[in-house]
């Protein structure tokens, strides 16, 4: 079973742009958690999608909006980037169920600058 | 808000000799613990879980033991091998109307030959 896939990798954007990240949850994971990861911060969550529905939320800005799809893949979006939004965007897609367990993809790495 | 604690920063271990990783939390309401993995340059991985009615769980050289009372808990490793070095993620989960995953800041261990 092929995991968790993020695109880009890497993106360099300047300040004042928007920036859209792609997440592909390992087939028949219908839950998708979005993560940033900042040096010291630890994963800091963002939302939670479930069947195409945000079912939970971290404390961020409205600058930073997601959605998922039909067939469960999600995108995030970052709009009027920041300086202090260079960081690691993890994405992870879990089983309902059990532990919850998540299964995260590579990330994508953004610098603003 | 930090609901899940790693407070040390960073860990330092002789190949063949007990890792012991430290974790603290505050919200009585998670019922599922985990640790995950992170090498540079790749999203965590998961270890292993301990559901929150249980006080200790084993795979292999990963013993994770969870005292609720403390509301602590540690994952062991034995033996260390120089390939356990990477950076250590406690995770706490609950729910709230969907699964919502805290994570702490991670510990990085260092394991040495």
């Known amino acids: 079973k092929a995991g968790v896939t993020q695109t880009p990798r890497y993106l360099i954007k300047t300040r004042g742009q928007q920036v859209t990240l792609s997440c592909s949850p390992i087939s028949g994971h219908r839950s998708v958690s979005w993560y940033q990861q900042t040096p010291g911060q630890g994963l800091q969550f963002l939302f939670e999608y479930f069947s195409e529905t945000q079912r939970n939320k971290g404390n961020f800005p409205g600058r930073f909006s997601g959605r998922q799809f039909s067939n469960s893949r999600s995108e995030m979006n970052v709009s009027t980037l920041e300086l202090g939004d260079s960081a690691l965007y993890l994405c992870?897609?879990?089983?309902?169920?059990?532990?919850?367990?998540?299964?995260f993809g590579p990330g994508t790495r953004l610098l603003v600058l | 808000d930090q609901q899940v604690k790693q407070n040390s920063p960073s860990l330092s271990v002789q190949e063949g000799r007990i890792s012991i990783l430290n974790c603290d939390y505050t919200n009585s309401m998670f019922d599922y613990f985990l640790w995950y993995k992170k090498y540079p340059a790749e999203g965590p991985t998961f270890l292993i879980s301990?559901?929150?009615?249980?006080d200790k769980n084993e795979d292999g050289r990963f013993t994770v033991f969870l005292n609720k009372s403390a509301k602590h808990l540690s994952l062991h490793i034995v033996p260390s091998q120089p390939g356990d070095s990477a950076v250590y993620f406690c995770?706490?989960?609950?729910?709230?109307?969907?699964?919502?995953?805290?994570f702490g800041a991670g510990t990085r261990l260092f394991v040495k030959a």
């Open positions: 992870a897609s879990s089983l309902e169920g059990g532990s919850g367990t998540q299964y």
């Open positions: 995770a706490a989960r609950f729910y709230t109307g969907g699964f919502k995953t805290i």
């Open positions: 301990i559901s929150s009615i249980k």
